[in-house]
């Protein structure tokens, strides 16, 4: 019904610069909310960043400042712009989306994620 495709993730130097991007397809009436949440080996997945449909954005502490997120409504898009990146944010980043479809049901959706990789 819904598909979230990620793209962007690789390997990168600390401080380096990475944007990952989300493409929602399906059958999709509107999208309330779309962020962001990732991974890291042996630990819970983690809030990273959230975009709601009124504009306003939660960030986790720890990339407030360093990651930007943004939504393209008309092409239910999604990005992430993260900058001076970290080896702690070494993780699998997943995209999310709070959707209502066509049918008018409402519910999340993941996609598969997208590997990110700081390291020297």
């Known amino acids: 019904q819904v598909q979230l495709v990620e793209s962007g993730g690789g390997l990168v130097q600390p401080g380096g610069s990475l944007r990952l991007s989300c493409a929602a397809s399906?059958?999709?009436?509107?999208?309330?909310?779309m962020g962001w949440y990732r991974q890291a080996p042996g630990k819970q997945r983690e809030l990273v960043a959230l975009l709601h449909s009124g504009d306003s954005k939660n960030y986790r502490d720890s990339v407030k400042g360093r990651f930007t997120i943004s939504r393209d409504n008309a092409k239910k898009m999604a990005y992430l712009q993260m900058n001076s990146l970290k080896p702690e944010d070494t993780a699998v980043y997943y995209c999310?989306?709070?959707?209502?479809?066509?049918?008018?049901?409402?519910?999340?959706?993941w996609g598969q994620g997208t590997q990110v990789t700081v390291s020297s």
């Open positions: 399906g059958s999709i009436f509107s999208i309330y909310t």
């Open positions: 999310y989306a709070d959707v209502r479809l066509f049918s008018m049901q409402r519910g999340d959706y």
